[in-house]
């Protein structure tokens, strides 16, 4: 099992979720979340207080998915998320070791 | 002079003056976080530039002396003779700079509600431009056909008791050309476009419907029984209004919302708005229920159905409601309550609602045809509309260079 | 009639209107987010329904001509009758229909006020049915017995300047037994219930208080040295209950918070509501003391003693503020302010405290059982309360269908 | 007494109260999310404190029976003798304990002012100390030498329609003073401080803006000609302001924006504060523009070199403003719009202008001297500021024991 | 060293932690997240358009403890986060390789 | 690859955020959470009811960054977060299996 983390622009998450559907990909967990990389920050004035903010809104996505699943969800994201411009985000694979459905009890791959 | 009617008038300006940031906030919560301040700003802005606009040019254009029963002539530019004594023309009892006053607040709203209709994807240059020429082209002018004396449709016998064809009908499809000239909202029906914050809907909802007491009730110009009767009149088509939106939300789609309510609360007030000093509390119930009902189908199946992206519904609201009740006036009217006024067809005479109509198709015709043409010119000038990568970004950002709850953490 | 008189109860009722889009928000800051339009719609519908009942049948109900001292006569139905022509009966210098609005906004607020004892967990339809019948079967023939012409309380000498007993103290008992017969909300005690948006609050705290002066000032019906008097009377008792709350909060707890200041300030608002016509300034500062620190008592420690679940405080709030309130105007009321009052305990009359005594007796006994009784009706009819499930989800999404903050990105 | 001035004058007190509660959110929507609710507690608990203290003390020190010019007798202690009957030494028209109330609420509103300079870091005993002496020792002389019968500065020919000088100089020379000696917030610089909530902060311009109306127009004490100029003066140099704020801001940083548009608002609606009911609605759109400016270059320029820690800008918006508003009323009063005022430079008569520079040094110089020495005497009680870990966590939990927002699920 | 990683129902939190606590856990840190899976979303409508919303608010606990107590958290979890309703949620356990504790500079199993 | 995840202070992010940057790395991604541990929250009263609030609002900050620098960035977190007194925070470190840049394409290291 894998877990497949994307920061992606909030604007893409309707279409990422819909697309992850089409895929059979129905489970993820979504987190609101600012970050840094290169994109460039806006500049923001307050009563003429200049703020460079780095941090830019984005959204997290985090799919854990059976290890045969990963390459394809991985295109689905890279394909819908992407614009082309600086900022279109990152994703991040990992392992995850044991799965548990809480309703149900199952483990392993059977809870996802 | 009387201190009772000026007392009152002050007080009604100083409420139709709260329509204003009442409107800002009731659209304010209806767009997405990332355009609040935009929002927010088409209103804060117009009182800004239309509290000036009405003063050095407007208030004389709208109710100076008349010229041809079109324009009213430049005497009063910049104030000149507007002073404390009254001017019995409109309203004998009180200073003829309270009356200005009075109406000031009403040429400042009425662009804001506009703003309505294209909010989330103006630019902003292009918005002030808008606003200027439209206040000056279309909004002066029709003041004058309404309400100026010698204005022609005041002539011709047209009832407006506070503003339905020179504020909500004149904005309202004004809007709506706006909306179309523009286009939509990019990922309109993809992504999800509700509101950011229904609390502060309510809140804008409980201003305006606050200030619409001045407003209805204040354009009796005087703290009379008359006044108390437009008082009690937009409470009541109000009220009825929110009751039938939630009842038909209810019917039509399972549950009755909050922001249902609310808007309905809206449609009801703007439909009354032109009877509000000629029908009784009983037929206020009516024009009030059949306000709420109209401007729930035009919001939430014509617009659908047409597929104009009138935001948050400046044109269902101002426009359809508006148009409700210009025609209610001319059904409901009666010399009962206004021996000034004149009877509607329900009262047996079906002549007023022709000319009701009449009013109301002169009324459409030049707002669409003038906002058209002031677009264009415009258009000339500079774009009217953000590009693709601002609008994504949100308008807080991209124009006006702030977040709205920059406190993250 | 007198323009000063009536422009001034005009504002007054549009004031006393903004009291429950006010309400609305005090409220609704103080629940869960996740019930924050379902607290918006308790209000806010309630505005919608009762500004149509009260024009329908509660006007004359309450104000129609006497029947046994019981109930007004039905000769007013629908408005009929009741014009621009003063009712010197109740109010001699102003239009009847502004008398009869200025009242309407009364019965609004009355029952929006019992919302805050069962927020969080009543059911919809339940809601209104209940907010219906308590107006028709509570609120019209209460406010016949303390303010009607030959209403029995009123004859009986129990004084109300602005609506002790027909507002506080009927809301606040009728709202503890809908607490008490819907029952506790699912977790209280175990999961936090703190309030989602006290900035919310303090808001709607300042719109009621704002909103109050047209409440008790307008009570005296005309724009008079009494209608001043009583406006500095409301002014002075929010003020001193809100710095006693300050106070027993920081003795009790440590921590003075802002919550509590303006939950002070209501409760001194609700606590001067019978008296602010008939005392002086200075006895003003006393009631609010003691209404602010009882009110603590109430909430803070009575409450959690006997364990009801008077989810935002309506009871705590209104009706013991209001009882305090009633007793107060008992033992403070002098004839030096109001010559038509009467005069208390303090100024050697122990007969108005009882009279007093006994008219919060009547109302209490009356609200509780008529609501009982009301309850145990609609729960012949439909189920009163949400299901475990809808509690669980938020009655935002299961009532309504709506979120507050639908914009998470 | 004429009900249509009382009416008045009843009313513009509620809307002059409704600036308080609408100044808590102003300053409450700028500052950061953990001490939010400090800052709404700092204009809340003046409300309370000081609708006693002027009660008690406050408004005899004022207005009562002068003595050299310096302070008014203690006569009127605890309102006595102030009742319903008018005191025609201020206002020949209204019941006296109306024009103590209306005065009331500004000696409510300038305490609150102050608090936007110092928020964010003041201990809340502290904070209670200082509002009582300085309301006691600099408010209530202050508002003796300009407003009460025998003032000094009054006597001088001082020009103060509205509370230029007692309310905002005062107010915002007095802040400066507060932040000097407090010092700076920890983390200035290199944190964001940036507001959390702009429409929070709006909503309170917009309530501001409304009670202004009463604050100015008010203060021609009944419901005349002079009041109708002072509300249209109050709303052109608001807008005007607002304007002026929104170019420069565009010229200076790019952009206009929201937060930009509503404080220039604020700077105009000081500015015209002091020559309201003194100028032409032509020299307001000056006083307005100018004022819009110098208060932007103030806080965006001065501020930033001089490194004081105006956190709200209490200073560069009521001491810069007030400052321009008292000297613009030295250069544009005219006889035509008050002949109980006095021509200004602008129409010959430059003596007046030298009156008021003289009368706004004086102010200064007490204010600050006051303070200072107030501060002083208080630290020797107690500790003014909080402490590092209480500032790290926030005012909200470390002052109150409360969150702003808790429900974070 | 092992990360659990619990999206449970929002109005669970307060009784998962309580009984965490019990069994001696104390370190947790919560995210509010939005998610999707089987539970079906609620229709929203707002003036007449409709939503249909996948995503529901969700609790994410993370919780990072020693391999020899994984075991007895997921029972904690698995028995006060059950309601048997569809939506009750998930539990991922990953590899935590190393852990410090800013204040002390402790690395490892003596961070936690 | 690496993922480092630190629980901060709230108001250590801006301090952090640049700490980093100076030592080039300027990939990021924040989140706010709230959490415990050993310090104890501040109770808070609501109309005379008494919370015992355990969760504290801090800030995840989540890195991910190649082996060779992992030390360094903890040392630069371990150093700008400290403040000494309880409830500094915790940093976690985990394995990373791929990395994609969705802009790009890139994947692996090259992805950072
Ligand atoms: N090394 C990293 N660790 C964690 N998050 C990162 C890292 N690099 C980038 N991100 C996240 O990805 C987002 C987009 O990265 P950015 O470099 O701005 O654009 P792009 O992905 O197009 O190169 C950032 O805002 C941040 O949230
Ligand atoms: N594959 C997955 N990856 C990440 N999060 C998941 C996944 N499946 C479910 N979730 C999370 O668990 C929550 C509950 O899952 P759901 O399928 O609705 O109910 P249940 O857990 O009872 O089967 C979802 O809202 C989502 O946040
Ligand atoms: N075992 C853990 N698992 C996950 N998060 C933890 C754990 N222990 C602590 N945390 C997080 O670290 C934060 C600080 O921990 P705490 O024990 O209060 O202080 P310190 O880190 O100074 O010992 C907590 O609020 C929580 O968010």
Not at chain 1, 88 to 103: L, M, P, Q, W
Not at chain 2, 66 to 84: C, E, P
Not at chain 2, 169 to 189: D, N
Not at chain 2, 347 to 373: D, H, K, W
Request: proline share 3%.
């Amino acid at each position: 099992m894998k877990k497949i983390e994307a920061i992606i622009r909030p604007g893409k998450l309707d279409s990422l979720k819909d697309a992850l559907g089409a895929h059979g990909v129905n489970g993820l967990t979504v987190t609101q979340v600012i970050g840094c990389g290169k994109q460039k920050g806006q500049t923001q004035v307050y009563r003429g207080v200049e703020y460079n903010v780095h941090l830019i809104p984005k959204v997290k996505v985090e799919i854990v998915v059976m290890d045969q699943y990963v390459e394809e969800v991985i295109q689905v994201i890279t394909k819908v998320a992407r614009t082309g411009e600086i900022g279109d985000g990152k994703i991040f694979v990992s392992a995850v070791e044991n799965a548990y459905t809480i309703r149900t009890g199952a483990t392993g791959e059977n809870a996802l | 002079m009387d201190t009772g009617d000026t007392s009152f008038i002050m007080i009604c300006t100083a409420l139709v003056f709260l329509m204003t940031p009442g409107l800002a906030l009731f659209y304010g919560g209806m767009v997405r976080k990332k355009n609040v301040l935009s929002t927010l700003m088409h209103s804060w802005i117009v009182i800004g530039l239309m509290s000036l606009q009405w003063i050095l040019v407007g208030y004389t254009l709208a109710f100076g002396p008349d010229i041809h029963g079109l324009i009213g002539g430049l005497n009063w530019l910049g104030l000149n003779g507007v002073g404390i004594d009254p001017n019995p023309d409109y309203a004998a009892t009180i200073p003829a700079i309270v009356f200005m006053a009075f109406q000031m607040m009403f040429a400042v709203i009425t662009p804001a509600l506009i703003s309505g209709s294209f909010a989330e994807r103006m630019r902003f240059p292009a918005f002030i431009a808008f606003v200027l020429l439209w206040a000056t082209f279309v909004y002066d002018p029709l003041a004058h056909w309404v309400w100026g004396v010698g204005g022609f449709l005041r002539t011709l016998g047209a009832l407006d008791f506070a503003g339905g064809n020179v504020v909500h009908i004149s904005s309202g499809y004004s809007g709506l050309i706006v909306a179309l000239v523009l286009g939509k909202r990019k990922g309109l029906g993809k992504e999800s476009m509700a509101p950011h914050h229904i609390p502060m809907t309510v809140l804008g909802a409980g201003l305006l419907w606050f200030g619409w007491f001045g407003f209805n009730a204040g354009s009796a110009l005087g703290a009379s029984g008359l006044a108390g009767m437009a008082f009690v009149n937009t409470n009541t088509a109000a009220a009825a209004a929110a009751v039938a939106w939630a009842v038909v939300e209810r019917l039509h789609r399972g549950k009755s919302t909050m922001l249902g309510a609310a808007s309905g609360a809206v449609a009801g007030l703007v439909a009354i708005t032109p009877g509000a000093g000629f029908v009784t509390p009983l037929s206020s119930i009516f024009i009030g229920l059949v306000g709420g009902i109209v401007c729930y189908l035009a919001i939430s199946i014509m617009k659908a159905k047409f597929g104009y992206d009138d935001a948050l519904d400046a044109f269902g609201c101002h426009g359809i409601g508006g148009t409700w009740g210009a025609l209610a006036t001319g059904i409901f009217a009666t010399k009962t309550i206004n021996s000034a006024g004149a009877d509607g067809l329900f009262y047996g005479n079906a002549s007023l609602l022709g000319i009701q109509a009449l009013s109301v198709l002169i009324t459409v015709v030049f707002a669409v045809v003038a906002t058209f043409i002031i677009l264009k010119v415009i258009g000339l000038v500079m774009k009217l509309r953000v590009s693709e990568e601002q609008e994504a970004i949100g308008l807080n950002l991209s124009l006006h260079g702030e977040e709205a709850y920059p406190d993250f953490i």
